[in-house]
């Protein structure tokens, strides 16, 4: 008996010897955890001003509410109160507290975002049915709603795949961030580091001290080179067309607007309850609202690209402008009539009068004489065919049609008619409107080529620690294209013509205020009524804004593009940004 | 018999008495911290007086030979069924079981006599009729004897008091002299009767059984004691959080962390070494026990101690195996040392009697 006796005390130490000795990490961390209560500070997201330093993006304060389900006493009560208070349906409050009970120990958000009297209101009601708590956390306010949209971009709960990848860097289920624009661009600058509290509580989840307290850091503000004035007025402008508005500073690459129709409210993004409207506007296929087609968008360019067709005939030695081409209204290559926009024809001209005209029958013929490789040694001379670099997400390249690219693409020859046609900028040939931007500006700024940019700098961050993702805010240095100066005063000359000598293709362009220098594009599509564009200049001497105006199905590129561009000028020499 | 007069203090076994002393001195310690937070300190002053009790009851009991003791078993025997009847039916109802009389002053629990009247009236008649005890009718009476105590027990519910008297019982009949086959033969068709208590097992009883064998399974509900209970231990490691520190106790974490549960508090703030030393005065007590055992030649005063260090020893095994999650939870005390009245003074009791006997040894 004895033996037995001792047997079963030895089992007993060596079972606390197990339990206290060889198990005690696993148990010592199951009882820090039980007693540790960690809770989650959000970092308010950086706040973004424009150029002149006006708030376009701050956060709001979101009123929660949360409810820790052990501490409830009377889950009738605490929904009707909440019921009363918030106007919500009892079934859904109690489902939610449902939800919660799976969690009975920690704090379960139960209604988001409400208003902050319905929240005061809580707050003192609360003190009666324990429980409930009404806590507050940050929220992006877009303050100018749709108007930036396509710049700013919208921020979304973090995606699977997105955590993995970016978990080692702090983020966590749940974070929002930035899906779209700048937003997602420069996330990692906006969104700042969260900080967290630990806190001791009992079995009851009662708070009982602080332990440590990690006060979170805000995200870094970005001052943008976008004139928000410039941005509403383009804007309204554009109205309730598809279509884009890009301004942008043509010695710097600094975007002073950027509007892409029709756009969204980023706000929507970030209020709960909006899945139906969020879905609707990610799924619209018809009117793509989420598309940045100032970046993301190919287009035909249409006679915008004579630009530059007549840079290279004019950079190529073997043209110019004391040479000319006859128009008679049609032009015949192989068996095919090629048609003038202008049924009766332009009659001899040289390429500037050709290029006011915007005469097709001449930049056939010029085509052909130049062709089709020369031409598209030149298009990617301007940077075509590739991004602009924007530091924007989502950049399309565009494409430059090669007859190499041709005979592999389709095991067939390049024709003849299809160099007619690409002199005319129709054809394989598509460019973004920032592309076209950029052309426009390569001329503006004597042969230089910018990168675009939105973001103007960081606050406190040198700009050139700042590369990464594809962000530099160490603004490349224009580069030379390598044009002559002669060259160069004849294209500027041309597109001066083009707005304001008679019978310009651009007249609407032209202003009493400032002289612009513009081309006008009707690009032909397949889908219906033409693309309309404009794309030029101001002030002709030392150019200060370079504009792009895009209507999809706009028409004539002369009419409505052309005003637009004019009225948008003359807005931005009232704002002093000329 | 022949030495009782003089200077039987010399075979007081001051080492049962002093580590019994130690370890309530430890007991008011660890249940002050259990106790201090989530409880009145009421718990605290209240078990100081049932240990003034329990001790001045110690010191009657020393001063009365067992053998007259022995004489009266029947009678306390028959007393305590009768509180036994009355708890079931007029007992104070606690989470489900009639465990207690409401006495007025204090609540007392039948139950935990009957420890001791049970090992009385048992050495009384396993004494009385020892020729018998290879008898298998014997055996039979024996059983007898135990069974309505048991059953009353039983269907308070207080499974744990209940089932210990099976041990008791074989501890007792095996000194007795019983053939150990017999007594395999007994315990093999107790075991064949388990599918017959089970159906008698209360929801919650069947629910803690389950939950024994993987305590995940309901970790909110039965499941909670027991994991709570580990996570204490465990964390508390070699040396322990120290004292009055332990989280798992003072953030009420561990439920009944002053009765059943209260080694769980000893394992956190005391840690292994804590546990160690208390487990090894436990065992020093029943080392001397088992020696009063060896050294009694008179067979009532053998068969009452072996009953005694039997029911400590088992309540002390069953009590820690159950804290660490080795043994199910069952609802024994840990003598000496939770809070609780009945327990403590019966504790106490049989250790005057234990006491009792060592002094009445005769001298060699």
Not at chain 1, 207 to 216: F, H, N, S, T, V
Not at chain 2, 299 to 326: C, D, H, K
């Amino acid at each position: 008996m004895q033996g037995v006796i001792f047997f079963f005390f030895v089992i007993l130490i060596l079972g606390l010897f197990y339990t206290q000795i060889l198990k005690h990490s696993l148990y010592k961390e199951l009882s820090e955890s039980n007693r540790i209560r960690v809770l989650y500070l959000e970092a308010p997201r950086g706040k973004i001003y424009d150029r002149k330093g006006n708030l376009l993006v701050s956060n709001r304060i979101s009123f929660d509410v949360e409810v820790v389900f052990q501490e409830i006493k009377n889950e009738e009560k605490v929904i009707d109160l909440l019921s009363d208070i918030l106007g919500i349906g009892k079934e859904i409050l109690s489902t939610k507290i449902d939800y919660a009970s799976q969690r009975p120990f920690i704090p379960v958000k139960i209604v988001e975002d409400i208003e902050k009297d319905k929240a005061i209101h809580l707050e003192e009601a609360r003190l009666d049915v324990p429980g409930v708590i009404v806590t507050t956390r940050p929220l992006r306010n877009y303050i100018y709603r749709g108007t930036l949209s396509h710049v700013i971009g919208y921020l979304g709960k973090i995606s699977e795949d997105e955590l993995r990848k970016c978990k080692t860097y702090g983020y966590r289920m749940q974070d929002f961030v930035g899906k779209d624009g700048i937003e997602r661009s420069y996330n990692d600058y906006l969104r700042g580091a969260g900080g967290g509290l630990q806190i001791e509580v009992d079995s009851r989840g009662r708070q009982l001290k602080l332990l440590a307290i990690k006060e979170p850091r805000p995200g870094k503000n970005l001052y943008l080179s976008i004139d928000i004035e410039l941005q509403k007025f383009c804007d309204s402008i554009l109205a309730d067309k598809k279509g884009v508005i890009v301004a942008m500073d043509p010695s710097t690459g600094a975007i002073l607007a950027l509007v892409s129709h029709p756009d969204f409210d980023p706000n929507i993004f970030v209020s709960p309850n909006n899945f139906k409207k969020i879905q609707n506007l990610l799924s619209d296929s018809h009117t793509s609202p989420m598309l940045n087609r100032a970046i993301s968008g190919n287009y035909s360019p249409g006679s915008v690209f004579k630009i530059v067709v007549t840079t290279c005939a004019l950079e190529s030695g073997a043209f110019d402008d004391k040479k000319t081409f006859s128009c008679t209204g049609t032009y015949i290559v192989g068996n095919r009539a090629f048609r003038c926009w202008k049924e009766e024809g332009h009659g001899t001209q040289n390429i500037i009068e050709a290029f006011k005209h915007s005469c097709n029958v001449f930049f056939y013929q010029l085509g052909i004489f130049l062709g089709a490789d020369e031409i598209s040694k030149f298009a990617f001379k301007f940077g075509l065919g590739k991004p602009t670099g924007v530091d924007l997400p989502g950049e399309a390249t565009g494409f430059v049609p090669t007859p190499s690219w041709k005979r592999r693409e389709f095991k067939n020859p390049w024709f003849k008619g299809e160099t007619a046609n690409y002199a005319i900028g129709q054809g394989y040939l598509s460019l973004t409107p920032i592309q076209v931007l950029r052309l426009a500006s390569i001329i503006a700024n004597n042969g230089k080529l910018v990168e675009p940019f939105v973001v103007e700098r960081i606050e406190d961050i040198n700009p050139s620690l700042v590369r990464k993702g594809g962000v530099n805010l160490h603004h490349a240095e224009p580069q030379d294209v390598g044009l002559r100066s002669d060259t160069l005063a004849l294209v500027k000359e041309g597109l001066r013509r083009a707005v304001n000598a008679p019978h310009g293709t651009g007249l609407y362009a032209r202003s009493e205020d400032v002289v612009i220098a513009g081309k006008t594009g009707t690009a032909q599509n397949p889908r219906g009524t033409p693309h309309a564009w404009f794309v030029g200049f101001a002030p002709l001497e030392n150019p200060r804004i370079c504009v792009v105006v895009f209507i999809e199905h706009g028409g004539k590129g002369g009419l409505e593009p052309a005003r637009f561009a004019k009225e948008i000028i003359e807005k931005a020499k009232t704002l002093e940004l000329l | 018999m022949i030495t009782i007069a003089r200077g039987y203090f010399n075979k007081f076994d001051k080492v049962v008495f002093f580590s019994a002393l130690v370890i309530l001195f430890i007991g008011l310690l660890i249940l002050h911290s259990a106790s201090s937070r989530y409880y009145s300190q009421n718990v605290l002053f209240r078990q100081m007086v049932w240990i003034l009790f329990g001790i001045i009851f110690l010191f009657i009991i020393l001063r009365i030979s067992y053998q007259k003791i022995i004489q009266i078993s029947y009678i306390l025997y028959g007393i305590n069924l009768l509180f036994l009847i009355l708890v079931l039916l007029f007992g104070q109802a606690r989470g489900g079981a009639h465990r207690w009389i409401n006495l007025g002053a204090f609540n007392l629990q039948p139950s935990e006599l009957a420890k001791i009247t049970l090992v009385l009236a048992l050495s009384s008649y396993i004494g009385r009729r020892k020729s018998d005890i290879t008898k298998i009718s014997f055996l039979f009476s024996v059983f007898c004897l135990v069974l309505p105590i048991f059953i009353l027990i039983f269907i308070e519910p207080d499974l744990g008091t209940a089932f210990l008297f099976i041990p008791i019982s074989l501890a007792m009949l095996f000194i007795a002299g019983a053939k150990m086959g017999h007594l395999v033969g007994l315990v093999s068709l107790g075991l064949s009767a388990i599918p017959f208590f089970w159906h008698f097992l209360r929801d919650y009883q069947k629910q803690r059984l389950f939950v024994f064998i993987n305590p995940n399974i309901d970790p909110l509900g039965s499941g909670y004691t027991v994991i709570q209970s580990k996570i204490a231990v465990g964390s508390g490691g070699l040396w322990g959080k120290g004292w009055l520190s332990g989280t798992q106790n003072q953030l009420n974490f561990l439920p009944e962390r002053h009765t059943d549960f209260i080694f769980s508090v000893v394992g956190e703030e005391w840690g292994f070494l804590g546990a160690l030393i208390l487990v090894l005065l436990y065992l020093l007590i029943v080392y001397r026990g088992i020696k009063i055992i060896q050294t009694t030649p008179d067979v009532y005063g053998r068969l009452i101690a072996t009953g005694f260090v039997t029911l400590f020893s088992v309540q002390v095994i069953i009590n820690i195996g159950m804290t660490i999650g080795f043994l199910p939870i069952v609802g024994l005390t840990l003598p000496l040392i939770s809070y609780g009245g009945s327990s403590l003074i019966t504790t106490l009791i049989y250790i005057g009697l234990l006491l009792n006997i060592g002094m009445r040894r005769p001298l060699f």
